[in-house]
């Protein structure tokens, strides 16, 4: 069974300095992986999907993540963080299981930006 | 577009009675999807349809649980008899098949607590 692993529960960064979210994932085929943001209380954003292709995905807001097939990870990166970026990031695996495109989700990173 | 819309956005319910939920995903998605997530956790897959028809459940998915979306456009989710374990933020989410297969929006999600 797919599975997702998000090793660090809560980062503290101050504006303006890099950010570096790390996932890493068990899944038996080539994953499709996503990350997501979540605002207090709100539903979740998509931030940058990996299908297949180049192994360095943009997304919104300036993010980037790179898939390394070798490590299985996905790690999501910024050079340089805003203060409403403060939010928590799940890191997820799509399967495509009886055709329902479940997504598989991490337990998520709550990142603290300080001014 | 309005998004996907869930109502309510909060419940607080008393252990034993039954609640429901209900969920309009974006008009023209043919896919809906439902998600729990609990406090600390990542969302969790709950059912998935395609048009009017379920085509799949997850095992957290008991009996006190049911899903419906009788005309292919909105959905509720009905948990009977509620339990303390049952509290915790239902997600829907939408998409449409020729998107791809993740193309998903999520709603703000319905807030269950039960005491």
């Known amino acids: 069974a797919q599975s997702v692993t998000q090793p660090d529960i809560h980062i503290t960064v101050s504006e303006g300095a890099s950010l570096e979210l790390r996932c890493n994932y068990s899944?038996?085929?080539?994953?499709?992986l996503f990350w997501y943001v979540q605002s207090p209380g709100q539903g979740l954003q998509l931030l940058l999907k990996?299908?297949?292709?180049?192994?360095l995905v943009q997304g919104i807001k300036g993010f980037e993540a790179e898939f390394k097939r070798s490590q299985s990870s996905f790690n999501l990166r910024k050079p340089s963080v805003h203060w409403s970026d403060a939010a928590e990031y799940f890191c997820?695996?799509?399967?495509?299981?009886?055709?329902?495109?479940?997504?598989?989700f991490g337990k998520g990173t709550k990142l603290s930006v300080i001014p | 577009d309005t998004g996907v819309s869930q109502d309510p956005r909060h419940k607080i319910t008393k252990r034993g009675q039954n609640v429901t939920f209900r969920c309009d995903p974006i008009?023209?998605?043919?896919?809906l999807y439902w998600y729990r997530q609990t406090l600390g956790q990542g969302p969790e897959f709950l059912t998935y349809?395609?048009?009017?028809?379920?085509?799949?459940k997850s095992r957290l998915l008991s009996d006190r649980f049911s899903a419906e979306r009788p005309k292919g456009s909105f959905s509720t989710l009905e948990i009977q008899r509620t339990e303390q374990g049952d509290s915790a933020m239902y997600l829907c989410?939408?998409?449409?098949?020729?998107?791809?297969?993740?193309?998903?929006?999520f709603g703000s999600g319905t807030r269950l607590t039960v005491v």
């Open positions: 989410a939408s998409s449409l098949a020729t998107q791809g297969n993740y193309g998903y929006t």
């Open positions: 899944y038996g085929a080539t994953p499709y």
């Open positions: 990996y299908f297949s292709g180049d192994t």
């Open positions: 997820a695996v799509g399967t495509s299981g009886a055709g329902s495109y479940q997504l598989t």
């Open positions: 008009s023209e998605h043919n896919r």
């Open positions: 349809f395609q048009n009017e028809a379920q085509l799949e």
